[in-house]
């Protein structure tokens, strides 16, 4: 162990230093992770910043109130004070990135321990329930998210299929070599922290942890966050389109990783698809809940009876 410190205190210092070309191209490399989901960030916010502008302008010229838009996710009871609930959100999850993005890199078996998991956890109970504090004073959350809705036995076939679905698209993009790309591309397996985690931490407690978060805490939090809120807030003032391409590239920039940056982004738009079609945040909660608890169980699954699995 003592020796691997000191190997790893070399390295470090060697690319402080700008001594290898390794270091070098990790470097190189970092940065450009770095620099792409900035932009999609910023992409995210500029498309939707701009549509809210573009109808603002239109509607200023029309006479009568400004009509709601269509579909089932209701949007009402949201008036232009939701633009600064949209800007804090993406203040929260930006800036998370960056502050992520300036700590050296770690492998995340070392990087998250039960302490750092309780913590994610906590914040992301936290900025849920942020959003539901901001809207409870003008809506009634259970209506306004579609919980009372009497179809909810349909989730135990939205799920499956939303995950039937993103992993004939993950077959599609592996066909494409997409995957294969991106592992040249990056010089690792293109698998985000909790397959990482899952696969190999001896921790059980973090193994336990990550799953919980995985399998529960996620499709609760993101659900309410960027279905259930952001995509509410820019179907009111951009339009749907706008909504559905904005909210979605915003869920994947959170995850921080470019290899999913795409992968999430399908996902973030099939999920808005489900919303809309049923009007229930319900729908959404069971294809993120079927969709991870796949991902953990099939992780825990190879671990345990040592299969071996390639990345997608």
Same mark, same amino acid.
């Given at each position: 162990?003592?020796?691997?410190?000191?190997?790893?205190? &070399?390295?470090?210092?060697?690319?402080?230093?700008?001594?290898?070309?390794?270091?070098?191209?990790? #470097?190189?490399?970092?940065?450009?992770?770095? $620099?792409?989901?900035?932009?999609?960030?910023?992409?995210?916010?500029?498309?939707?910043?701009?549509?809210?502008?573009? &109808?603002? $302008?239109? #509607?200023?010229?029309?006479?009568?109130?400004?009509?709601?838009?269509?579909?089932?996710?209701?949007?009402?009871?949201?008036?232009?004070?939701?633009?600064?609930?949209? !800007?804090?959100?993406?203040?929260?999850?930006?800036?998370?990135?960056?502050?992520?993005?300036?700590?050296?890199?770690?492998?995340?078996?070392?990087? =998250?321990?039960? !302490?750092?998991?309780?913590?994610?956890?906590?914040?992301?109970?936290?900025?849920?329930?942020?959003?539901?504090?901001?809207?409870?004073?003008?809506?009634?959350?259970?209506?306004?998210?579609?919980?009372?809705?009497?179809?909810?036995?349909?989730?135990?076939?939205?799920?499956? =299929?939303?995950?039937?679905? $993103?992993?004939?698209?993950?077959?599609?993009?592996?066909?494409?070599?997409?995957?294969?790309?991106?592992e040249r591309l990056l010089g690792e397996s293109p698998v985000q922290d909790?397959?990482?985690?899952?696969?190999?931490?001896?921790?059980?407690?973090?193994?336990? =942890? $990550?799953?919980?978060?995985?399998?529960?805490?996620?499709?609760?939090c993101e659900e309410i966050v960027f279905r259930g809120y952001l995509y509410?807030?820019?179907? &009111?003032?951009?339009?749907?389109?706008?909504?559905a391409c904005c909210s979605a590239l915003l869920f994947s920039a959170a995850?921080?990783?470019?290899?999913?940056?795409?992968?999430?982004?399908?996902?973030?738009?099939?999920?808005?698809?489900?919303?809309? #079609?049923?009007?229930?945040?319900?729908?959404?909660?069971?294809?993120?809940?079927?969709?991870?608890?796949?991902?953990?169980?099939?992780?825990?699954?190879?671990?345990?009876?040592? =299969?071996?699995?390639?990345?997608?």
């Amino acid at each position: 162990m003592v020796r691997g410190a000191k190997a790893e205190l &070399r390295r470090s210092r060697a690319c402080v230093a700008g001594a290898g070309a390794a270091c070098w191209a990790e #470097r190189m490399i970092k940065g450009l992770e770095t $620099m792409v989901i900035e932009a999609a960030f910023l992409t995210a916010l500029g498309w939707f910043a701009l549509a809210a502008a573009w &109808r603002a $302008m239109r #509607r200023r010229g029309s006479e009568g109130p400004p009509a709601l838009p269509g579909g089932r996710v209701g949007t009402w009871g949201l008036h232009p004070v939701d633009l600064l609930g949209i !800007g804090m959100v993406f203040l929260v999850y930006a800036g998370f990135f960056v502050l992520n993005s300036t700590v050296p890199d770690k492998d995340p078996t070392q990087r =998250l321990t039960p !302490g750092t998991l309780v913590v994610a956890i906590a914040v992301q109970f936290a900025i849920a329930g942020m959003v539901m504090a901001f809207l409870a004073p003008r809506v009634r959350l259970g209506a306004f998210f579609g919980l009372t809705w009497k179809g909810w036995p349909w989730v135990f076939l939205i799920g499956p =299929l939303v995950l039937g679905t $993103m992993w004939l698209l993950f077959g599609g993009m592996a066909e494409l070599g997409y995957f294969r790309w991106m592992e040249r591309l990056l010089g690792e397996s293109p698998v985000q922290d909790v397959v990482k985690v899952l696969k190999v931490a001896k921790n059980p407690t973090v193994v336990a =942890l $990550m799953a919980v978060t995985a399998v529960i805490v996620a499709p609760l939090c993101e659900e309410i966050v960027f279905r259930g809120y952001l995509y509410a807030v820019a179907k &009111r003032f951009g339009g749907r389109w706008t909504a559905a391409c904005c909210s979605a590239l915003l869920f994947s920039a959170a995850h921080g990783s470019l290899a999913a940056l795409l992968p999430l982004f399908l996902f973030g738009l099939l999920l808005v698809v489900v919303y809309e #079609r049923t009007g229930s945040l319900w729908a959404p909660i069971a294809g993120h809940f079927f969709f991870n608890a796949a991902t953990v169980v099939v992780q825990l699954g190879a671990r345990l009876f040592h =299969l071996p699995l390639a990345p997608p």
